[in-house]
């Protein structure tokens, strides 16, 4: 059974950082991509970033771009999200995926987690 789990949400302030890991297990992320999306209230989800296992190549919104960064450990079968100088407007769920192709679309993924909420206190 595939299940990715996300830890680390919380509570945040403004400009701080904060750090979310993505654990995978019933599949191995050297053969996915693994991306971070997130879903804001009333609003919908969107994509975050993207780490291409194979090659480790990176893609990330244009908002996010500079702030966030996406990595992997091999041994752990684990994506982090470091998430810096945070903003009001990152509150969501965050949510890790997996899937075959590497890109921004949630179509692109098959395999998701449960989100975790990140709240950036103002």
């Known amino acids: 059974q595939v299940q990715l789990v996300e830890f680390g949400g919380g509570l945040a302030q403004t400009g701080g950082p904060l750090r979310l890991s ?6 191995t992320l050297t053969s996915y991509t693994t991306g971070w999306f997130r879903q804001a209230t009333g609003k919908e989800r969107e994509f975050v970033t993207a780490i ?9 919104a244009v908002s996010m771009k500079g702030r966030f960064t996406i990595s992997r450990d091999n041994a752990k079968n684990t ?14 769920v965050y949510f890790c995926a997996a899937g ?5 679309s949630s179509l692109s993924y098959n395999y998701w987690g449960q989100g975790t909420q990140v709240t950036v206190s103002s």
């Open 22 to 27: 993505c654990a995978a297990s019933g599949l």
């Open 52 to 60: 291409r296992w194979s090659t480790g190549s990176t893609t990330y």
């Open 79 to 92: 994506v982090y999200l470091q998430m810096h100088s945070l903003k009001p407007e990152d509150t969501a």
């Open 100 to 104: 075959r192709v590497f890109g921004s």
